[in-house]
């Protein structure tokens, strides 16, 4: 099983592929043993690809202490060295944009070019869902919760008129396999508390890097209009939205291409 202690901690990793180097970093409660996951898409087959589970979350180390942002920034950093690499191209989706924000503002020279997907800054800029209001609801409670919010067309109506495809989506936004773990609970609740303090929005400006911000037009997690305030802060940024909510990277078959395309363009 492929560990590396980087920053303090035993972060667990995976590597494949071949092509220039790329750090994934996944979202919310990301772990690498819930398939498919991100080695499965077409990343594999242009990048030498490297993901990891965050402190606190699947096969890595779960330190119970408060974490900050900075400290998964700072991980994600040790990681990059421990593989060798002087720098890498970074893709973070929703907490991993998150995280990559505060990779790329704390070490620069770590990151060449960077893809911030349906993500937010946090602060006067605009905060992602709040998902630490909600931490109380379990099972199908939160994935009834969270379909909405995911994708603003899957209201009620929709809801009523796709009765098989929204019980699909309920049962699979109820699964959480390893939650019975020791500290599996406690990692993600850390995480969470992270995740309420992050804010960049005043230092966006500093960020150096050719940025592309891929966001979903149907996001109710991290809104469109959060995305547009958030290209028009960092001075080398671009945006685009593609058809789909929060799952835009699933949803719309163009928006991973479009993200390899852009990170391999001179």
Request: net charge negative; aromatic share 8%.
């Amino acid at each position: 099983m492929p560990k590396v202690h980087a920053n303090g901690i035993e972060l667990y990793y995976e590597r494949a592929g071949s092509g220039p180097a790329l750090l994934f970093i996944s979202g919310t409660g990301g772990d690498l043993r819930n398939k498919p996951n991100v080695f499965d898409g077409p990343l594999a087959k242009s990048f030498d690809l490297l993901a990891y589970d965050q402190r606190g979350l699947g096969q890595s180390e779960k330190p119970d202490r408060p974490y900050s942002m900075a400290d998964y920034a700072d991980d994600a950093a040790a990681l990059i060295a421990a593989q060798g690499w002087r720098q890498a191209c970074v893709i973070g989706v929703s907490f991993g944009g998150m995280v990559a924000q505060e990779l790329v503002l704390r070490h620069a020279a770590r990151v060449e070019k960077l893809v911030l997907a349906c993500t937010s800054p946090g602060g006067a800029g605009g905060s992602s869902y709040a998902f630490h209001e909600i931490e109380h609801l379990k099972g199908e409670a939160r994935a009834k919760h969270l379909i909405p919010a995911s994708d603003v067309r899957r209201d009620a109506a929709w809801a009523a008129a796709h009765p098989d495809a929204y019980a699909q989506l309920v049962d699979l936004g109820s699964r959480d396999p390893f939650a019975d773990e020791p500290g599996h609970a406690m990692g993600a609740h850390r995480q969470l508390e992270a995740r309420a303090d992050h804010d960049t929005w005043e230092r966006l400006p500093r960020i150096d890097c050719p940025v592309m911000i891929a966001a979903g037009r149907y996001d109710g997690i991290a809104r469109p209009e959060t995305q547009e305030r958030m290209a028009a802060r960092i001075p080398r940024a671009s945006l685009r939205f593609f058809e789909g909510g929060h799952l835009f990277m699933i949803q719309d078959r163009a928006a991973v291409p479009a993200m390899a395309d852009f990170l391999l363009g001179g």
